[in-house]
T-cell receptor, first 111, second 112 residues
Framework: GAGVSQSPSNKVTEKGKDVELRCDPI?????LYWYRQSLGQGLEFLIYFQGNSAPDKSGLPSDRFSAERTGGSVSTLTIQRTQQEDSAVYLC?????????FGEGSRLTVL | GQQLNQSPQSMFIQEGEDVSMNCTSS?????WLWYKQDPGEGPVLLIA?????ELTSNGRLTAQFGITRKDSFLNISASIPSDVGIYFC????????????FGQGTTLQVKP
């Protein structure tokens, strides 16, 4: 597709389970970002990938959160041992020469 | 770390009114961006500013990059119901141009 694609769009899980969220960036975009948006809140930076450089992980809230980007394209955000406070919309964005383009997000609900 | 303070937090206005919102930071930003987010969607870029003092318009929207590089404002003229949404400022800091920091957002409601 032409835009950033995220899946699943909605995920309900039980506390303690692991979840994986996927992001397909716009073809050719070298930079990929993950943000978290809690209900009624702004966008919290999580992690940023740029080409083959080491990712900027400075926003990951705990070691239960990790992300990888395979082949410089698709990215997966993994949350281990989910907690209720992890419930949020997780937004992915990619960037080429211009500014960020966002996907529609993956809404995670931890029961 | 670098933070952006956005105000007001929310606005409820009458259709046809003009709107103004702003963002400030204690540190310098190299770019200022304004995004709009509709319910259930990801943010969409409205205006990008790259030089201190720059004033840019996009239809009824006007934004300026503050001369000190520590602030920016967004104005919406003659608001219409479809302007409803959350507006975010964002910026690339001076130390790390890749990382994009967002303000807390301004929720705009327009009464027809």
């Amino acid at each position: 597709g032409a835009g950033v694609s995220q899946s699943p769009s909605n995920k309900v899980t039980e506390k303690g389970k692991d979840v994986e969220l996927r992001c397909d960036p716009i073809s050719g975009h070298t930079a990929l970002y993950w943000y978290r948006q809690s209900l009624g809140q702004g966008l919290e930076f999580l992690i940023y990938f740029q080409g083959n450089s080491a990712p900027d992980k400075s926003g990951l809230p705990s070691d239960r959160f990790s992300a990888e980007r395979t082949g410089g394209s698709v990215s997966t955000l993994t949350i281990q041992r989910t907690q209720q406070e992890d419930s949020a919309v997780y937004l992915c964005a990619s960037r080429g020469a211009g500014e960020l383009f966002f996907g529609e997000g993956s809404r995670l609900t931890v029961l | 770390g670098q933070q952006l303070n956005q105000s007001p937090q929310s606005m409820f206005i009458q259709e046809g009114e003009d709107v103004s919102m702003n963002c400030t930071s204690s540190s310098i930003f190299n770019t200022w961006l304004w995004y709009k987010q509709d319910p259930g969607e990801g943010p969409v870029l409205l205006i990008a500013l790259y030089k201190a003092g720059e004033l840019t318009s996009n239809g009824r929207l006007t934004a300026q990059f503050g001369i000190t590089r520590k602030d920016s404002f967004l104005n919406i003229s003659a608001s219409i119901p479809s302007d409803v949404g959350i507006y975010f400022c964002a910026g690339h800091g001076s130390g790390n141009t890749g990382k994009l920091i967002f303000g807390q957002g301004t929720t705009l409601q327009v009464k027809p």
